[in-house]
């Protein structure tokens, strides 16, 4: 269940509002009466409900590792730019 707070009211009273979102409520933040912004608790397992729902896997390293692997072998790196220009066989000047 979520619960609509002004950011005048979320702004003056953040710990409490913090507090009930690590305690699993969601808040939905409104400014003039129009929603701008979500506040959902972090759960540690939501990524990975999700990487099953779509069939995925979720890192666990950091990004830039997890992209170090996923580079296929002999793929180039840089830009996409650059990448295609190597296919073609072009080459910076």
Do not use: C, F
Not at 29 to 44: D, K, N, S, W
């Amino acid at each position: 269940m979520s619960v609509s707070v002004g950011v005048r009211e979320l702004r003056q009273n953040l710990s409490r509002y913090l507090d009930r979102v690590k305690a699993g409520q969601e808040l939905v933040v409104t400014e003039h009466g129009r929603e701008v912004a979500r506040l959902i608790p972090i759960a540690a397992d939501a990524y990975a409900e999700l990487a099953a729902v779509v069939g995925a896997s979720v890192p666990t390293g950091r990004l830039e590792r997890v992209a170090e692997r996923l580079r296929a072998p002999g793929a180039p790196a840089g830009t996409t730019d650059a990448s295609l220009a190597e296919s073609r066989g072009e080459r910076s000047g």
